[in-house]
């Protein structure tokens, strides 16, 4: 069957460290992936997408990799802060380009 | 970034009642919404792409005629939740795409509205 997983266990980690969540998938194969940042009782905001020739895109503090061969996409924020603290979504290309299906989401939470 | 823009962003309602969702990019076009639906601690789950001038295209799974999308211009998208029931209850989102509907643009998503059925 067709999943797609992320760390299901919220993530704690010290401000200034570096958070790294994963998403691993199954039975998909992406053209693209994506990863969002969304806040309680809020839609999800866009961070990054990589494509599957890419094997890695920066953005600021954030990294994101993509193995096709493992299947598997991990984000990196470093020195993290707690602003940083939401839940993290990623979000592969399942439909030939027009549809976007998403993992269950990571909560990452920065403590002081 | 793009804006789209989601009302009411909470609503209450009777059991047996429709509720009337409504979304709408506010500077620029979209050609294709897409709407998705949120139970707590879970993922986004897509329940139909709104296709302006047409009829939508639904999940597998997802009553069409309980849910029914209009996508009547390029800047508004409505989801009616009919004769809704308290399972009904969730978190709707809706979200669109830039670009002319390019299919590797990011999706923007609007504030989500949460329906609360009595």
């Known amino acids: 069957s067709q999943k797609i997983e992320q760390n299901s266990e919220a993530l704690n980690i010290q401000e200034g460290k570096t958070a790294t969540l994963t998403c691993n998938y199954t039975?998909?194969?992406?053209?693209?992936l994506q990863w969002y940042r969304q806040d309680p009782g809020r839609g999800p905001v866009f961070l990054l997408l990589i494509r599957e020739n890419e094997k890695e895109k920066r953005k600021e503090r954030l990294k994101v990799t993509f193995d096709t061969t493992l299947k598997q996409s991990l984000f990196h924020i470093t020195a993290s802060q707690p602003a940083d603290s939401a839940t993290y979504l990623c979000?592969?290309?399942?439909?030939?380009?027009?549809?976007?299906?998403f993992g269950t989401g990571t909560q990452l939470k920065v403590e002081l | 970034g793009a804006v789209v823009s989601q009302h009411p962003s909470r609503v209450i309602c009777k059991s047996g009642t429709s509720v009337k969702i409504e979304c709408r990019s506010l500077d620029f076009q979209a050609t294709t919404m897409f709407w998705y639906r949120q139970f707590p601690k879970q993922s986004l789950m897509l329940m139909a792409t709104?296709?302006?001038?047409?009829?939508?295209?639904?999940e597998q799974g997802v009553e069409k005629d309980k849910f029914l999308i209009n996508h009547a211009s390029l800047t508004l998208s409505t989801l009616t939740v009919t004769s809704a029931h308290p399972e009904d209850s969730s978190f709707y989102i809706c979200?669109?795409?830039?670009?002319?509907?390019?299919?590797?643009?990011?999706?923007?998503f609007g504030e989500g509205s949460r329906l609360t059925v009595l």
């Open positions: 979200s669109a795409r830039t670009g002319g509907g390019a299919v590797t643009g990011e999706l923007f």
């Open positions: 039975n998909y194969s992406p053209a693209y």
């Open positions: 979000a592969l290309d399942t439909g030939g380009g027009n549809k976007l299906t």
């Open positions: 709104s296709n302006e001038g047409s009829k939508a295209t639904y």
